[in-house]
């Protein structure tokens, strides 16, 4: 992957976000509880989303088929991460 394609940021305290390409998005939300989130992802392409549970290392498909601005509900604990994997 070209490093032009690779980015990371953090979006608010202890919330991190980052992307391969449109390829992948991870969004890790720490100690943040949230109950649900919206995934900003291309309109035109679809994705394959996962809640990873970090602490109890466990993996649940929330959607198979995203695209578009997406709103997933989430169980509202810590330690929680999202992925969002581009469908081939």
Not at 74 to 86: C, F, H, I, Q, Y
Request: some cysteine; overall charge negative; charged content about 30%.
């Amino acid at each position: 992957m070209e490093v032009d394609d690779r980015t990371a940021h953090i979006a608010g305290e202890h919330e991190w976000a980052s992307h391969a390409g449109e390829e992948a998005y991870l969004w890790f939300n720490d100690r943040q509880c949230f109950g649900e989130q919206t995934l900003p992802l291309p309109e035109d392409k679809r994705y394959f989303v996962e809640l990873i549970d970090v602490w109890n290392m466990t993996r649940t498909v929330l959607e198979e088929n995203a695209c578009g601005t997406t709103k997933l509900r989430l169980p509202g604990k810590e330690g929680l991460a999202v992925l969002a994997a581009r469908i081939v």
